[in-house]
């Protein structure tokens, strides 16, 4: 069975920093890219950022260059997203997707 779970989420204040994890399983994780979206109430889901089956290649949507940042652990079957300087604007669920599944998603809140 193919699982995508998402954690990491929660309540930061901005400026902060927040570490969001998707486990993969039931799949050959290390063959799949994997993307991160998010989602605000109200507005459409839109790609946060993006990294190749090996990582070796990344990429991001300008909203977030330079202060977020994509990985993965191919070992663990884990891809992570960095996210630092945060911003109000950032507050969204954040969905994993890999292998044309997705995740559940887990809400991130920048608020003072």
């Known amino acids: 069975q193919v699982q995508l779970v998402e954690s990491g989420g929660g309540l930061v204040q901005p400026g902060g920093s927040l570490r969001v994890s998707c486990a993969a399983s039931?799949?050959?994780?290390?063959?799949?890219?994997v993307s991160w979206y998010r989602q605000a109430p109200g507005k459409e889901r839109d790609l946060v950022a993006r990294i190749s089956s090996t990582g070796g290649i990344t990429t991001y949507a300008d909203s977030v260059k330079d202060r977020f940042t994509i990985s993965r652990d191919n070992s663990k079957n884990t891809a992570y997203l960095q996210m630092n300087n945060l911003k109000p604007e950032d507050t969204a669920v954040y969905y994993c997707?890999?292998?044309?599944?997705w995740g559940q998603g887990t809400q991130v809140t920048v608020s003072s």
């Open positions: 997707t890999a292998n044309g599944y």
């Open positions: 039931g799949f050959t994780f290390r063959s799949y890219l």
